[in-house]
């Protein structure tokens, strides 16, 4: 037995051949996986209009403010319970077709006035309801309101 240390040592060596293997495997895995997508473009003539303004659908305005009060096309309506303010809308309504009830609700306002507002067009009849936001940078700026 040689219990003697040799002199010569070997050095170790670094073997790039299973790191080529992996890279491969994953370069394969990447381009199996990854989706192309062309953007396709359609071509489409739109019609022209000659007319000046764009008529506005029919709709009124329901105004839910930050103190609990309500008002239809700007005029206050004190609130008693949905049915008397379903009867309130019903009688605005009356005589016009395919209303769409846009509501203005405060910030501030709670959640449930504006909850009863909605029970009362459903119990009016008035399918159709639309909220109205404010488009701008802050809360605070004076900005146009959209109708979503």
Do not use: C
């Not at 071509?43 to 329901?62: G, M, R």
């Not at 609990?68 to 309130?88: L, P």
């Amino acid at each position: 037995m040689n219990f003697r240390r040799s002199l010569h040592r070997d050095e170790p060596e670094l073997n790039f051949i299973p790191l080529i293997d992996l890279l491969l495997v994953v370069l394969i895995f990447v381009l199996v996986t990854t989706t192309y997508s062309r953007v396709s473009e359609v071509q489409v003539d739109l019609p022209s209009s000659s007319a000046q303004e764009a008529t506005q659908p029919a709709q009124i305005e329901v105004t839910v403010g930050a103190d609990g009060r309500h008002a239809i096309d700007g005029r206050q309506v004190g609130w008693q319970d949905a049915s008397s303010f379903a009867r309130e809308l019903e009688r605005v309504a009356a005589g016009r077709e395919k209303l769409t009830v846009v509501i203005h609700a405060d910030a501030a306002a709670t959640h449930q006035a504006v909850v009863q507002v909605l029970e009362a067009a459903r119990i009016a009849g008035l399918a159709r309801v639309s909220f109205a936001t404010q488009s701008g940078q802050s809360p605070g700026s004076a900005a146009q309101a959209s109708r979503r």
